[in-house]
């Protein structure tokens, strides 16, 4: 027998531990794992020497193309620095009116999900979507079993202040419905109410400088809402999801909840463990997100609980904006929210992590393969368990080099990391065993990855 590809000699990272070995991979799956003398005869064989060799990324939180006056990412663009930066399945949204926007009001939950599926000639890796549920309508929650016989099994939702944004009675209806299902539900948390009036008062007061951007959502007001969301998530037994956890106090509140039996995970984001508020006054309005970025004391905390185990993902948020949109304008509250780093993200995570602070490999492919894939319902990814989709990458844990935004991949014109030293960096990457990524460059075209259907995940593991 000859298979494919053999990937020779690397050190491989599971979620449990490091080991000398090599990796078989024939039509899309590895088929083995060991040492080389032992695996078939390859038609290519990768030199993995020296390097790390472990399950491709998977972001459980990605934004492709999805504001209409806006369309910055696209699908190729996106995906190719996905690619990249060692991420080889990402789960992005479908909105119902089809877009962000809601620009077709005939339009549904279903026809959003069949809108972003149709992308899949585009993209270079695999992806899934979140079904984001933003009528308060019946017919929105009539859409939750349909959308989940698709395979599109987690949910989000949006607070109030968001044009897409829904009430906590209708959240709280929906908790309902995504737990009948036992399907996963997530929601951007911070209290509108609070955000709203602080950002009139800094409005008022002509504080349009982006230094004061963070002051307008304040670490208290993410708090206030992830301990309302959560407690309706006890309430109604769903599995809940924390996204972008940004501070203390919000993983504070979550970890209260995780103890009780009850169904909460969370993540943060790469740019909540790397930067800080300050990076404002250098690069303006570029690192305007939301949540904003906080205190080296919550960069710290977001740490503490990822070593805790309260968060026990880290995701990009990505999302796309050409620089002009951002610098173009007055004041901060102009300025569109949302920053990219799928190519960056684990150069990034894995310098501040493994070579700032001491955490394993293991631990890095737990928060960034396996937790995700296992959280959201992918049994096929984040692992190299042979007969798994042969999602790999090769990354050389010992090359230092420099982010340069000018080499984004990404239609977003701007990274956050520009400048940034960083050691540690993908070589290659495979999508269920095509070789995508090589020596840090694209070498395959766009329709190399496909759409995926999710299970339903299993959370009592
Ligand atoms: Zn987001």
Redesign the pocket.
Known sequence: MTVDTVIAGGRLVTPTGVSEGSVAIDDGTIVAVGHEASLPEADRRIDAADRLVMPGVVDP?V?IDEVPENRAGTMPAETAAAALGGMTTFVDFAWQGRDRAGTDEDAGLLDGIAHKRAKEDESYVDYSLHGVLSRETEGTLDAIPEAVEEGVTSFKMFMSTYPVGVSNGFVDSAFERIAAEDAVATMHTEDPSVCEHLAERLKREGKGDPQYYPDSRPDYAEAMAADDVARMAREHGVKYYG??TSCRQSAEVLSGFQGDGSRIRAETCTHYTALTREIHESRGNLPLIAPPLRTDDDVEAMFEYLRDGTLSVVST?H?VYHREYKEEVENWWDSPFGANSAQYSLPVFHEVAVNQRGFSYPFLVRVMCTNPARTFGFPEKGTLEPGTDADVVVFDPDETWTIEETENASNATFSLYDGREVTGAVKQTFVRGQLVVDGGEIVAEPGTGRFVERDLPDWSE
């Open positions: 939180h934004h996204i972008h948020d999302s």
